[in-house]
Nanobody, 122 residues
Framework: QVQLVESGGGLVQPGESLRLSCAASGFTFSIYAMSWYRQAPGKERELVAGITSAGGSTNYADSMKGRFTISRDNSKNTVYLQMTSLKPEDTAVYYC???????????????WGQGTPVTVSS
């Protein structure tokens, strides 16, 4: 079955960096776009970034552009989210998502990881 396992979350200070990983299994990873979403306490889940199946195209929420980078390694069935210049408002649970197809238009899909918490605080 489809499994998405996030890791790499934690407590960091403002301005620091963090890299999240999402290890995928149970499906042909290389044919699906992947995305990251986040949900802060009391708020709705929102898109962070997406990447096409081959990694050739990405998209980002406006507030993450220039600070976050999504990437993938199809040989390792893993998608990453590099986060820099973290702010307290980036505090949230970050979720990995398998999109419905290979393009960014197919995001989000029905499969979610369990989430990894990120706390940005001094």
């Amino acid at each position: 079955q489809v499994q998405l396992v996030e890791s790499g979350g934690g407590l960091v200070q403002p301005g620091e960096s963090l890299r999240l990983s999402c290890a995928a299994s149970g499906f042909t990873f290389s044919i699906y776009a992947m995305s990251w979403y986040r949900q802060a306490p009391g708020k709705e889940r929102e898109l962070v970034a997406g990447i096409t199946s081959a990694g050739g195209s990405t998209n980002y929420a406006d507030s993450m552009k220039g600070r976050f980078t999504i990437s993938r390694d199809n040989s390792k069935n893993t998608v990453y989210l590099q986060m820099t210049s973290l702010k307290p408002e980036d505090t949230a649970v970050y979720y990995c998502n398998r999109c419905r197809g290979g393009s960014l238009r197919s995001c989000p899909g029905d499969y979610w990881g369990q989430g990894t918490p990120v706390t940005v605080s001094s």
